[in-house]
C-alpha cells in the first residue's frame, strides 16, 4: 500500500483528434493507460459514433475532470508523419478554403496514409541491362515487342533507374519482368539511393535566362515569388532545371508543379536524366505507389519530386525552391472537395518555409500579373527563344461573308496547301472534341439534349451516337426528332468533324487526330508523337490537348478554326483563357529554323481584344485585360468567393440561397441566385450566388459567419474561394 503511494501514477491525458466528418471542431479521447502518446502531426485511431476512424493528433492535455471522453483505440504514430509546417499549412487550408481540419487531413495524405499504411520504405530497386549484354542483337531480337524494346533502349542509356523512375516514365511492370525472363535486364536491391544530380550538362543559357537563374538563386534561403514570363520555346524549362541542380548540390530538395496533362513521359525523363533522384506523383499511381513517393520525399532519398496538383501537399524533409509551370493552367485549380489552387498553396508554403517560387508560363495568370504591377512578386522575362528559332508571325482571316466547308474557309485551305506543298506540318486547332455540339432538326428546330442535364448532346462519329460530356451519358444516334421530322442536321465543327473534311481536302497528307478521345490509350498517343517527330508533311488537328507540353519542331502553321469565340462569352475570365489557348497553341509553330505562321478565321476581324493580342502581344492584352477587370471590379482587383446549391427541385436550391443572402450584410456584394452555367446536371438544379468584396478579410468573415449553415433536406451547398469556372 505505501510503496504504490510513492510511485503517482501519470495524469490521465487527453488526445485532441481532427477527424474526417464534416464538422468544424476536433474531438478529444483519453489516452488509453499504459499506451504511449502519439505525436502531435501523427496518427490515431478512434471510434467515431458506430465507425472506427484514422484521424490526426493535433493537441495533448491534461484530462479534464468533468468530461468524460471516450478512449482511443489506437495509437499508430509516436513520431510526427505530419511535420509542424504540413500542420500548419492545414490549418490555413482549413481556414482559407472553409473545410472541417480532418476533411483537410484526408486530402492533403495520400490514402496509404489514411488506411493505416507502415512508414517503413521498401529498399530502393533499380534496374539495368544485364552485364555483358549485345544491346543491338537484343533490341534486334524484340522487333516484335516494340514496348520492350523501348524499355531496353531506356535502360541502356539510362543504366540503374530505380523502379519507380521506370514506371513513371511509363512503362509497366509486366514489361520489366518480360525482359527479366529473357536475360536482358536485372534488378539490384541498394540501400543507397541514386546520386541527386547526374553527370549532364545543360546547354549554354542565353542571357536572359542567365539573368533569370542568378535573380532567383540570390534569393535562395527567403521567401520571394517570381513570375518567369517567357515566351514558348524561350527555356523556361532549362531555368527550372538550373535552379534545382542549385538546390539539390547543395544538399536540398525541389518541387517542380505541372498541369495534369503536362506530366508526359518525355516531360519526367527530361527532370530524371538531370536528377536521378527524382519521384513523380500524379493521378496515374496506385496508392502504395503514392505512398513510397511521399515517403521518399519525407525520408530524403528523393531529391525532386515532379507532380500535378496534390503534389503541393506532399512533406519534404529539406524543400528549399518550388516551381509551378504553366501556372496560368485551370488544372492547378481543385473543383470539388478542398477547392484549393495549387500554385496559391505553393506560394503559401513558400512564404511559411522561407524559400523561393517561381511561377512559369508564356501566358501568366491575371492574378500573378497583378501581383508583379503590385511589387509583390517579381518579374523575370525571356523574350526570345535560343539559338536562331523566331516566334510566329501573327494573319487574321475574315470570313465574314464567306461560305466555309465544314468550318474552314477558302482561305484557309490554301494557306494549309501552300506549308504542305512547302514540306512543313500544320496543327489545326479546334476548341471541342466530337463530330459536331449540336444535332438540329431543320424543320422545327428540335435540339438532341441530356435529358438529366441542361446541356446538348454532342454528336460523335467514332464511335457513333450522342454523348453528354458533362455527365457521360451516351445514346446511339436518332433518326427522327421529338417531333417526327427525319430533318437532322449537325451544326459546328468539332475535331472528328473537321478531321474528315482535312481527309477529303488532301487525300494524299496523313491527318492525325489527338483530342481527350484518342490519347486514352497512351501507347496510340506515344505512336501519333513518332510520327510527327519524322517530321514529313502532316495534318494534326486538336483540342487544347495540342496546346500544351508537345513541341512540335516541323509544324510551321497552325491553323486556328474557332477560337475567337470566346471573347465574346459571359464568363469574365473567358478573354483571360481565350488569349492563353490561342498563344499557347500559337507556341508550338516553327520552333526549328523555319519561322512559323499562324492564322486566325474570325468573325470579328475587328474585335479589340484579338488585335491587341495579335498585334502587340500577350503582355499588352494582359494590361489590357487588367484594367478592364479593375474598372468592372472583378478578381484580381476584388475578392470573389462562389457559393454553390444544387437540388431536384430549382425552387429548393434558389430558396436556400435567397435565405442565404438575406444574411449577408452590406460589406460584401451578393449577386443572384442565379442559374450556374450548366444549369442541371444529372438531374441536380444548380444555383449560385456570386460574392464579391474588395478585401479579403471581409469576404473571409463572411464565410466563417455562414460555413456552418446546416442546408434543408435534399439541398447540397459548398463554398467555392477565388472560383475559376462558373462566375
Ligand atoms: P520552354 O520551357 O520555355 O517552352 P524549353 O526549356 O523547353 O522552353 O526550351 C525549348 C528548347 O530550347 C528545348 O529544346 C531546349 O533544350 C532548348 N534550349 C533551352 N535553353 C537553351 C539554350 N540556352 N541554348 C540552346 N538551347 C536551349
Ligand atoms: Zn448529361
Known amino acids: 500500500m505505501a510503496q504504490e503511494e510513492l510511485t503517482p501514477t501519470p495524469p490521465p491525458v487527453v488526445v485532441r483528434v481532427a477527424l474526417p466528418v464534416p464538422l468544424y471542431r476536433e474531438f478529444d479521447y483519453l489516452l488509453p493507460d499504459a499506451t504511449p502518446a502519439p505525436a502531435i502531426g501523427g496518427r490515431v485511431r478512434a471510434p467515431f459514433g458506430r465507425r472506427e476512424l484514422v484521424g490526426i493528433c493535433t493537441a495533448l492535455a491534461p484530462a479534464d475532470a468533468h468530461a468524460d471522453p471516450k478512449p482511443l483505440l489506437a495509437v499508430m504514430d509516436t513520431t510526427p508523419l505530419v511535420s509542424a509546417e504540413l500542420l500548419s499549412l492545414a490549418g490555413w487550408l482549413s481556414n482559407y478554403y472553409h473545410q472541417p481540419l480532418g476533411e483537410v487531413f484526408a486530402i492533403l495524405l495520400p490514402a496509404a496514409a489514411r488506411q493505416g499504411a507502415s512508414r517503413r520504405r521498401t529498399r530502393t530497386r533499380i534496374w539495368s541491362p544485364l552485364p555483358g549484354l549485345d544491346i543491338a542483337t537484343a533490341l534486334q531480337a524484340l522487333h516484335r515487342a516494340p514496348r520492350q524494346r523501348a524499355l531496353l533502349e531506356f535502360l541502356s542509356t539510362q543504366p540503374l533507374t530505380t523502379h519507380g523512375a521506370i514506371l513513371a516514365a511509363g512503362f509497366t511492370g509486366p514489361q520489366l519482368n518480360a525482359l527479366a525472363e529473357r536475360h536482358f535486364i536485372h534488378a539490384t536491391e541498394v540501400d543507397t539511393p541514386p546520386p541527386p544530380v547526374a553527370n549532364i550538362t545543360g546547354p549554354m543559357l542565353g542571357e536572359e535566362q542567365a539573368a533569370a537563374v542568378r535573380t532567383v538563386s540570390a534569393s535562395l534561403g527567403t521567401f520571394q515569388a517570381f513570375v518567369l514570363d517567357g515566351i514558348t520555346g524561350s527555356g523556361k524549362t532549362e531555368v527550372y532545371l538550373r535552379l534545382i541542380e542549385q538546390v539539390v548540390r547543395s544538399g536540398g530538395q525541389a518541387l517542380l508543379l505541372v498541369p495534369e496533362i503536362g506530366l508526359t513521359p518525355q516531360t519526367l525523363a527530361r527532370v530524371q536524366q538531370r536528377f536521378p533522384a527524382t519521384v513523380a506523383m500524379h493521378s496515374g499511381l496506385s496508392d502504395s505507389e503514392r505512398w513510397s513517393a511521399w515517403l521518399a520525399c519525407q525520408d530524403g532519398s528523393a531529391s525532386v519530386l515532379v507532380g500535378t496538383r496534390s503534389a503541393v501537399f506532399t512533406q519534404f524533409q529539406d524543400l528549399r525552391l518550388i516551381v509551378v509551370d504553366e501556372e496560368h493552367d485551370a488544372s492547378f485549380k481543385q473543383q470539388d472537395s478542398l477547392r484549393y489552387s495549387a500554385r496559391d498553396v505553393a506560394v503559401v508554403r513558400a512564404r511559411n518555409l522561407d524559400i523561393p517560387v517561381l511561377l512559369g508560363s508564356a501566358t501568366p495568370s491575371l492574378e500573378s500579373l497583378a501581383n508583379v504591377q503590385a511589387g509583390r512578386y517579381r518579374h523575370l522575362v525571356l523574350s526570345r527563344r535560343p539559338g536562331s528559332a523566331e516566334p510566329p508571325s501573327f494573319h487574321i482571316l475574315d470570313i465574314r461573308g464567306h461560305t466555309l466547308d465544314e468550318g474552314l474557309s477558302q482561305d484557309m485551305i490554301r494557306v494549309m496547301q501552300r506549308h504542305l506543298d512547302a514540306g512543313g506540318q500544320v496543327l489545326t486547332y479546334v476548341n471541342r472534341r466530337g463530330f459536331s455540339p449540336v444535332l438540329l432538326c431543320t424543320v422545327c428546330g428540335w435540339t438532341a439534349n441530356c435529358p438529366r442535364c441542361e446541356s446538348r448532346l454532342t454528336l460523335h462519329r467514332q464511335p457513333a451516337g450522342l454523348q453528354c460530356h458533362h455527365c457521360g451519358l451516351q445514346r446511339s444516334t436518332p433518326h427522327q426528332c421529338d417531333n417526327g421530322h427525319t430533318t437532322l442536321l449537325p451544326v459546328g465543327a468539332g475535331t472528328q468533324r473537321t478531321e474528315s473534311a482535312l481527309e477529303r481536302l488532301f487525300p494524299d497528307i496523313p491527318v492525325l487526330r489527338i483530342d481527350r478521345d484518342t490519347t486514352r490509350s497512351q501507347q496510340r498517343f506515344e ?201
Not at 456570386?690 to 463554398?719: D, K, N, Y
Open 527 to 727: 505512336v501519333q508523337l513518332e510520327q510527327i517527330a519524322r517530321g514529313a508533311p502532316l495534318i494534326l488537328v486538336g483540342t487544347q490537348m495540342l496546346a500544351k507540353g508537345h513541341h512540335f519542331p516541323g509544324v510551321t502553321l497552325v491553323a486556328i478554326v474557332n477560337a475567337d469565340g470566346g471573347f465574346l462569352s459571359s464568363d469574365f475570365r473567358a478573354p483571360e483563357r481565350t488569349a492563353q489557348t490561342i498563344m499557347q497553341v500559337a507556341g508550338r509553330a516553327g520552333r526549328e529554323a523555319r519561322r512559323g505562321e499562324v492564322w486566325i478565321q474570325t468573325l470579328q476581324p475587328d474585335h479589340p481584344t484579338l488585335m491587341t493580342l495579335v498585334s502587340e502581344g500577350y503582355g499588352a492584352f494582359a494590361r489590357q485585360e487588367l484594367a478592364n477587370r479593375q474598372r468592372a471590379a472583378l478578381p484580381p482587383a476584388t475578392r470573389m468567393a462562389l457559393i454553390r446549391a444544387d437540388a431536384l427541385r430549382q425552387a429548393d436550391a434558389t430558396t436556400f440561397l435567397t435565405t442565404l443572402k438575406a444574411t449577408i450584410g452590406t460589406q460584401v456584394q451578393a449577386l443572384g441566385p442565379a442559374p450556374a452555367p450548366i444549369q442541371r446536371i444529372a438531374h441536380r438544379h444548380r444555383q449560385q450566388l456570386l460574392l464579391l468584396a474588395t478585401g479579403r478579410a471581409e469576404l473571409q468573415r463572411l464565410c466563417l459567419r455562414i460555413r456552418e449553415t446546416r442546408p434543408p433536406a435534399g439541398v447540397r451547398w459548398s463554398i467555392d474561394i477565388d472560383p475559376y469556372d462558373g462566375a
